[in-house]
């Protein structure tokens, strides 16, 4: 069982940057892998960035490449999202999910979310 919660979300104006972190709860923390999804308003949750369980491949969607980056420190049991250059198109609810087993980048795949943290993107 893996509990996640997240933070750091909030009001930004576009241009600006923030991070995102994720503590989990569980001792196995570090065999999952980890992602952020969002989910902006009317919209669909689609997948952001991901993780392997120790850090080394990352996974990244074409509209963050460059801009965002994905970081886990396992000791602290917490994964990062850095967020560069943000526009008001990156403005959604950011949820951490964590799996098991192989890598897949869709939300179904996903057994643990945590509850969001909203990022708002101003213009």
């Known amino acids: 069982q893996v509990h996640l919660v997240e933070s750091g979300g909030g009001l930004v104006q576009a241009g600006g940057s923030l991070r995102l972190s994720c503590l989990a709860s569980?001792?196995?923390?570090?065999?999952?892998?980890m992602a952020w999804f969002r989910q902006a308003s009317g919209k669909e949750r689609e997948f952001v960035l991901g993780?392997?369980?120790?850090?080394?491949?990352?996974y990244y969607a074409d509209s963050v490449k460059g801009r965002f980056t994905i970081s886990r420190d396992n000791a602290k049991n917490t994964v990062y999202l850095q967020m560069n250059s943000l526009k008001p198109e990156d403005t959604a609810v950011y949820y951490c999910?964590?799996?098991?087993?192989?890598?897949?980048?869709?939300?179904?795949?996903?057994?643990?979310w945590g509850q969001g943290t909203p990022v708002t993107v101003s213009s």
């Open positions: 999910a964590a799996k098991d087993g192989s890598w897949y980048s869709t939300p179904q795949e996903f057994r643990y």
């Open positions: 569980g001792r196995t923390f570090s065999s999952y892998f």
């Open positions: 993780i392997s369980w120790n850090g080394d491949r990352t």
